[in-house]
């Protein structure tokens, strides 16, 4: 209550892949009537270590702000992804650890995440 959840706003990125390197930014911007105007930027760096294993720096948004004029997300993060198959499914199991270099107020300041992807082939 009192607080809008709704925004949207444009959204553009770009992907590249040279041997085993993937490398790129995603860059999202999110405007609402109300409160919200942040502007985040993910870059994309992964190492892809044979074809079970990976290494990227895993789901790091820099997040801007606008309305506090600052920066609220500084994040240092890496992520270990493991290919398997569940039957013929494909899956990708990651784990994923990320520290937040800004001390904003009511954010955490260490992540851990574990989660599964289905791959489509």
Do not use: C
């Amino acid at each position: 209550p009192g607080v809008n959840t709704f925004a949207m706003g444009p959204a553009i990125g770009a992907v590249l892949k040279k041997n085993k390197w993937t490398y790129g930014v995603f860059n999202q911007n999110f405007f609402s009537f109300g409160d919200i105007a942040t502007t985040q930027l993910q870059p994309i760096l992964a190492y892809t270590l044979n074809d079970k294993v990976s290494f990227a720096i895993g789901d790091a948004q820099f997040i801007m702000d606008w309305n506090k004029g600052r920066v609220v997300n500084v994040p240092i993060s890496g992520q270990v992804n493991y290919i398997t198959q569940l039957k013929t499914q494909p899956l990708r199991l990651f784990v994923n650890s990320q520290y937040n270099a800004v001390n904003e107020p009511g954010s955490r300041k260490w992540i851990l995440s574990f989660g599964i992807a289905f791959l489509v082939k």
